[in-house]
Structures are given as structure tokens and as C-alpha cells.
């Protein structure tokens, strides 16, 4: 009978990659009119290289605990869907629209419409984080996950 190999961490990955993205995010935005033009900077630049990179690590060693050995190349390229991922995420996340349902959910007045997700947004900075949070769940847990489904190929 051929030895057979546990599979990538796939919950464990999403999990991490996730917190870490938490970690980020939400101090990112309860200073972001202090962090002035650098806040963009960095949540559209650094965050999503950060994820990339984190993804790439994960994948190699779902590489190295399936397969036995690593693939660098493969594994650079499988964690472009988690740029893919991390940058829809950040895409659907900049709509008000999108934030609402998020927003919604906060005890901080009355929804009228998007003017007032913006002014509940405006007066807490940590419900933006929060729907960003959103959305970036399901980002990384689809980007990791094609990530980790095309990085693991073991070769014949």
C-alpha cells in the first residue's frame, strides 16, 4: 500500500493569514487620519505584499508536508490567487455599498442610506475596519485556498 501524506493546512492557513490581516487592518484604520497619504500607502501596497508573502510561506509548506520537497516557482505562482483574492476584497470593500450590511448591524444610529454608512463610518473608524475585515475573510479564504490546491501538485 503507497505512504500516503497529510494534506496542506488549509483551516490552519486561512486562520493565520486571516488574524494577521486583522492584526493589520484594524489598527490601520482607527489611524488613518494621522497616517495621513502613508494609510493608502500601505493598505494598498504593503497589506497586500504581506499577504502574498504569507500565503507563499504557507504554501511551501503545504509543498514540504504533501509532497516531501518544494517547489518555489509553484508556490510563487499559487500565491498569486491570494493577490487576486486579497485585491477583490480590498476592491469591494472601498463601495459604501458594499459596507452596509456591515455597517448596519452597529448600534450607532438609524440607516437612512449610504450618506449615513459614511457618517457612522466617519464617527466610528472601527466599522470600516470591521467591513473590511468582512470582505477580507472571504478574500483570503478563497485566495488561500486556490493557493493551496495549485501549489500542492506533487510531481509523479
Avoid: H
Avoid at 496542506?8 to 494621522?34: C, E, H, R, T
Avoid at 459614511?118 to 478563497?142: D, R, T
Amino acid at each position: 500500500m503507497p505512504k500516503t501524506r497529510p494534506s496542506p493546512p488549509v483551516g490552519l492557513s486561512i486562520f493565520v493569514i486571516f488574524l494577521l490581516s486583522v492584526l493589520i487592518v484594524v489598527p490601520l484604520f482607527l489611524y488613518k487620519d494621522v497616517l495621513g497619504i502613508y494609510f493608502w500607502i500601505f493598505y494598498l501596497l504593503v497589506f497586500p505584499i504581506i499577504m502574498y508573502v504569507s500565503s507563499v510561506a504557507f504554501a511551501l509548506y503545504g509543498q514540504y508536508r504533501s509532497c516531501g520537497s518544494v517547489n518555489i516557482p509553484m508556490a510563487v505562482q499559487g500565491g498569486l490567487y491570494m493577490l487576486l483574492g486579497v485585491a477583490g476584497a480590498l476592491g469591494i470593500s472601498q463601495f459604501a455599498v458594499a459596507r452596509a450590511p456591515i455597517t448596519s448591524v452597529v448600534p450607532y444610529g438609524t440607516m437612512k442610506g449610504i450618506d449615513s454608512v459614511l457618517e457612522i463610518e466617519k464617527g466610528v473608524p472601527g466599522v470600516e475596519a470591521a467591513a473590511v475585515c468582512y470582505y477580507m475573510f472571504w478574500g483570503i479564504s478563497l485566495g488561500q485556498l486556490c493557493s493551496l490546491g495549485a501549489s500542492t501538485v506533487c510531481p509523479s
